[in-house]
């Protein structure tokens, strides 16, 4: 939506639902939750990340007193939460240079083991955190918390508090949005934005990332889990693409260049995740033992051809398109040539049972009206995801086939919660011309779980007309929750994946309640949803840390 500063509360439309930066406005008033006390050396938390078999990324920031220009940081590592078995140790010293964030590779740790950590810095000591590494060899079982779009505007987070709770969990994903650009008011104002004005300089991202990072459930996830990010628009700007992005105005707001540089350093900062030398390929793989690995995609920065716009009308819903025309354009991508051959080496070199693709944007097929590949596609809603470039899509299916199955994509960035089998041409039925069988899932190639969000706004809708439409043109889609917030949980085993999807009561005011909504599961082998059952937690998992 740009600069999105009408706060009034207007009907949804076709942006509202589809695209990531609009929705109808949070009308109450509620405190901001508390954060450590204002004088500490460690405001800040602490957190870990981008973990290994043998190592992790842990991160913490110093609050210095004014004046100090850099300051040495302690940290230790040990495998009880009383940090008397300590198992490695350091120091690394920050400074003004990267806004006195401190990262360390803390490495030569046990593989598949939960590990505590505490860092000391100016006469303090931090809380202290816990993480895991990754299994290797022989792995039965994996739990993986996976979220998305978290606007601090918009609401609470209690989603994050309820995931920091799971003691069992082995990983958290993020899938992108992990703060908003926006403005005071633009986008949400149930909590005031800092610094006040949309961000564009470095100064403006890392005070955003330093206002997101106090929040006392963000704090707690970070605290208790490691986290796999990968960011999709609005760490940068709404709809960024690798020139640009349409929440930004280079006669006012100055080189699309020099925005993307100062939101990824403030990025790599702030974020606890290895650092590549092109920041802009935050594009990497995980490997958890022999049951998963998990496959990380940048679809913004790096890559991304321009969006096409969405021209046809569609009553209810704004606009839609065609996949005519300059869609069909081969070489429009959403993850450039590197990506795309790095993704199918990846693929095809992978032993893993299972093949996780974290990503931004959605893959399956949605359409306002649906029709065969033959007679043109139907009618699709949003040209900022998968379906504004078919040609690539089209590519990444080629890699699916070629590395033999049991592919899971994972999303975010809708606003919503989705299961959805992923065919080449879902709307035609016949199988043996490359369609796909609603009822057998013959046809279906993978799936994928989209994820709803920790707080940014869906599509309200009270009488199921959308869902309606949803359901009536998109065979492939199972499950389509549109308008409440949460998280989803992923039990990974060797002969099933099973995704649970959460949501809480409410991101207007602090609370504890979350409800299991529904589950559905892929068998191996398979590579199509059936409907499947809440899955029990592990048990005598590991003690939180303290």
Not at 122 to 143: D, F, I, K, Y
Not at 211 to 238: C, F, G
Request: aromatic residues 8%; charged residues 20%.
């Amino acid at each position: 939506m740009g600069h999105p500063v009408d706060q009034t509360p207007r009907a949804p439309n076709r942006r509202d639902f589809f695209r990531s930066s609009g929705g109808a406005a949070l009308l109450v008033a509620a405190p901001l939750l508390p954060a450590q006390a204002a004088g500490a050396v460690f405001q800040h938390g602490v957190a870990s990340g981008d973990p290994l078999a043998d190592s992790v990324i842990l991160w913490t920031r110093v609050s210095p007193p004014a004046g100090t220009t850099a300051a040495n940081v302690e940290w230790l590592v040990a495998t009880d939460p009383g940090l008397t078995q300590v198992v490695a140790r350091g120091r690394v010293r920050t400074s003004a240079a990267r806004d006195f964030t401190a990262k360390v590779n803390a490495s030569g740790l046990a593989a598949g083991r939960t590990h505590y950590y505490r860092f000391s810095a100016l006469g303090e000591t931090s809380p202290v955190g816990r993480t895991r590494t990754l299994p290797s060899g022989r792995t039965e079982h994996l739990r993986i918390a996976v979220a998305s779009c978290s606007n601090h505007a918009y609401g609470l987070f209690n989603a994050y508090r309820r995931i920091a709770e799971r003691a069992d969990l082995d990983l958290v994903l993020h899938l992108g949005d992990y703060l908003y650009e926006y403005g005071d008011g633009q986008y949400g104002n149930l909590r005031p934005t800092q610094p006040a004005n949309e961000i564009i300089t470095l100064t403006d991202y890392r005070s955003r990332h330093a206002q997101y990072k106090t929040d006392a459930d963000l704090q707690a996830l970070h605290r208790q889990h490691a986290m796999v990010p990968i960011w999709d628009d609005h760490e940068s700007a709404n709809d960024a693409w690798r020139r640009g992005a349409q929440n930004h105005d280079a006669a006012t707001e100055g080189l699309w260049a020099a925005r993307r540089r100062a939101a990824l350093q403030a990025y790599y900062e702030w974020m606890p995740v290895r650092e590549p030398a092109d920041l802009k390929q935050a594009q990497r793989s995980f490997r958890l033992g022999d049951l998963a690995q998990i496959t990380m995609l940048e679809t913004r920065l790096s890559g991304r051809s321009e969006q096409l716009p969405a021209t046809i009308p569609v009553p209810g819903l704004g606009a839609g398109f065609k996949a005519t025309g300059a869609f069909l354009d081969p070489a429009r991508t959403l993850l450039g040539t590197t990506q795309e051959a790095w993704l199918s080496n990846t693929l095809q070199a992978s032993p893993a049972t299972w093949q996780l693709l974290g990503q931004g944007v959605m893959f399956a097929q949605l359409k306002a009206l649906g029709r065969p590949n033959a007679d043109g596609g139907g009618l699709f809603v949003n040209p900022d995801q998968w379906d504004g470039y078919p040609p690539c899509r089209d590519r990444v299916f080629d890699m699916i086939d070629a590395a033999g199955g049991n592919v899971i994509v994972l999303t975010g960035d809708i606003h919503s919660a989705w299961a959805n089998d992923l065919a080449r041409d879902p709307n035609n039925p016949d199988v043996a011309t490359g369609g796909y069988d609603k009822t057998s899932g013959a046809g279906s190639r993978a799936v994928e779980f989209v994820t709803t969000s920790i707080t940014s706004p869906g599509l309200p809708d009270p009488d199921g007309t959308f869902a309606g439409i949803i359901f009536s043109q998109n065979p492939h889609i199972k499950h389509a929750d549109l308008d409440r917030r949460g998280y989803l949980l992923l039990d990974i085993q060797p002969a099933r994946v099973v995704g649970e999807f959460y949501v809480v009561d409410t991101v207007a005011t602090p609370s504890a309640v979350e409800s299991f909504v529904t589950a559905f599961e892929v068998q191996a082998g398979s590579n199509h949803l059936v409907p499947s059952a809440q899955t029990p937690a592990k048990a005598h998992p590991p003690a939180p840390a303290p």
